[in-house]
């Protein structure tokens, strides 16, 4: 089992902060990605090509892997100025 947490505009857009979801084996974080873009709207539309990813608090790359127990947080892009 894994918990999911979403940020910023991706929170308000899903309607949701958290969620767990089972995750039986050590995959990518992008195939985590992938699964829920599978749901359609609007889960493609916000998980859409510019998703920043943390596991376990710390920023991850999409090939990262995520396994049983670990938290995934996904969040848009930060810009600054």
Same mark, same amino acid.
């Given at each position: 089992?894994?918990?999911? +947490?979403?940020?910023?505009?991706? +929170?308000? *857009?899903? $309607?949701? $902060? *958290?969620?767990?979801?089972?995750? %039986?084996?050590?995959?990518?974080?992008?195939?985590? !990605?992938? +699964?829920? =873009? $599978? =749901?359609?709207?609007?889960?493609? =539309? #916000? !998980?859409? @090509? =510019? #998703?920043? #990813? @943390?596991?376990?608090?710390? !920023?991850? *790359?999409?090939? @990262?892997?995520?396994?049983? $127990?670990?938290? #995934?947080?996904?969040? %848009?892009?930060?810009?600054?100025?």
């Amino acid at each position: 089992m894994i918990e999911i +947490r979403y940020f910023a505009s991706f +929170r308000e *857009s899903l $309607g949701l $902060g *958290s969620e767990r979801l089972e995750w %039986p084996q050590a995959l990518p974080a992008a195939a985590l !990605l992938e +699964r829920l =873009r $599978g =749901r359609g709207e609007p889960w493609t =539309r #916000v !998980l859409g @090509a =510019r #998703v920043m #990813v @943390a596991i376990n608090q710390e !920023l991850a *790359s999409p090939d @990262a892997l995520v396994q049983d $127990g670990d938290e #995934v947080a996904f969040f %848009p892009p930060v810009t600054g100025g």
